[in-house]
């Protein structure tokens, strides 16, 4: 099960971390990332991260601003989120693969674990 946390309202400019607590299974063995969703709109991807961490893949909307990162140790996943817009105003869920490859990591349906989303909200 993947747990997120950390949203909240935040004046545009300002900053926000997210975290996601993995438990049951080996967050080492997983590739993770984060997704958002704003109303009315598709799920979008953010953020992706490689299972040791060493690699980090970004959507160009957040590309500067945002920073993903992961300890394996406390099996916890990151998301820093910098100079914050009203447009990052969204849901955001952390989700979680063990069979996620770099063609398939910004595609929501390649994720099997979901966390239950945490709100963004960015007033301008």
């Known amino acids: 099960q993947l747990q997120a946390s950390g949203g909240g309202l935040v004046q545009a400019g300002g900053s926000l971390r997210l975290s996601c607590v993995a438990s049951?299974?080996?967050?080492?063995?997983?590739?993770m990332g984060w997704f958002r969703q704003a109303p009315g709109k598709e799920r979008e991807f953010v953020a992706g991260?490689?299972?040791?961490?060493?690699?980090?893949y970004y959507a160009d909307s957040v590309k500067g601003r945002f920073t993903i990162s992961r300890d394996n140790a406390k099996k916890t996943l990151y998301l820093q989120m910098n100079i914050l817009k009203p447009e990052d105003t969204a849901v955001y869920y952390c989700?979680?693969?063990?069979?996620?490859?770099?063609?398939?990591?910004?595609?929501?349906?390649?994720?099997?674990?979901w966390g239950q989303g945490t709100q963004v909200t960015v007033s301008s």
């Open positions: 991260i490689s299972r040791t961490g060493n690699t980090q």
């Open positions: 049951g299974l080996t967050a080492s063995s997983y590739a």
């Open positions: 989700v979680g693969d063990p069979t996620v490859i770099t063609s398939t990591l910004r595609t929501s349906s390649a994720y099997h674990y």
